[in-house]
């Protein structure tokens, strides 16, 4: 299957601050997403991004298909932006997802 | 609309016994993934009905088993549990007639194996 690498595996962050997640991925794929996992487990979807760039509120992301990578931007973090962070890909001709080990934000006030 | 609801919550079983967890879609979605996430492993797939169909199942032993019905609810069942299969199983949704479609995903059920 598909490797997903995230950098970094942990982030910390004064309150404000702005932070770049990384998402590299091994193949072409169809799809990509980015997912914010809450408290009680559920993945939460930020953006469904295979190629181009989305902005929501502080939250964008852009993903470069041709050189397999994707790029999660939080802006003027919040306490409420801890969690961790997933990135997801499916390949060609695939029907599930693979996800990358996460990067966990902690964000203190 | 309602999103992707997974029954039970939380689950607490005995090395040895079986487990069936159930997954209802989103209205209008006809493909249902299930993952496994685990503090070692991470998220994990393993499998994916569309239709009632299996079109897809990842590297795990046959005590996993899944199966999807006419209005695409689904249901993964597990026999002969052991330890190792205290996880938290997610359920995923999508249009899923096509590739490249948004997949949501519900709360999960938290399974611990004692």
């Known amino acids: 299957g598909i490797q997903v690498e995230q950098s970094p595996p942990d982030l910390i962050l004064q309150e404000g601050a702005n932070s770049t997640l990384r998402c590299n991925f091994s193949?072409?794929?169809?799809?990509l997403q980015w997912f914010h996992q809450n408290p009680w487990g559920q993945l939460i979807n930020l953006f469904y991004?295979?190629?181009g760039t989305k902005q929501n509120g502080r939250l964008s992301a852009t993903t470069v298909a041709t050189e397999r990578y994707s790029l999660l931007y939080i802006s003027s973090s919040q306490t409420t932006d801890s969690g961790v962070y997933f990135c997801?890909?499916?390949?060609?001709?695939?029907?599930?997802?693979?996800f990358g080990t996460g990067t966990r934000l902690t964000v203190i006030p | 609309k309602a999103g992707v609801t997974q029954t039970p919550r939380y689950l607490i079983k005995t090395r040895g016994q079986q487990v069936t967890l159930s997954c209802s879609p989103i209205?209008?979605?006809?493909?249902v993934s299930w993952y496994q996430q685990t503090p070692g492993q991470g998220l994990q797939f393993l499998f994916e009905?569309?239709?009632?169909?299996?079109?897809n199942k990842g590297n795990f032993p046959g005590r996993f088993s899944g199966r999807q019905f006419s209005n695409s609810r689904s249901e993964m069942n597990v026999s002969t549990l052991e330890l190792g299969d205290s996880a938290l199983y997610l359920c995923?949704?999508?249009?899923?007639?096509?590739?490249?479609?948004?997949?949501?995903f519900g709360q999960g059920t938290r399974l611990t194996v004692v």
């Open positions: 997801a890909v499916e390949g060609t001709g695939a029907n599930n997802l693979f």
């Open positions: 193949d072409s794929v169809n799809n």
């Open positions: 991004i295979p190629s």
């Open positions: 995923a949704s999508s249009l899923g007639a096509v590739m490249n479609t948004e997949a949501f």
């Open positions: 009905y569309f239709s009632e169909t299996q079109r």
């Open positions: 209205s209008g979605h006809r493909s």
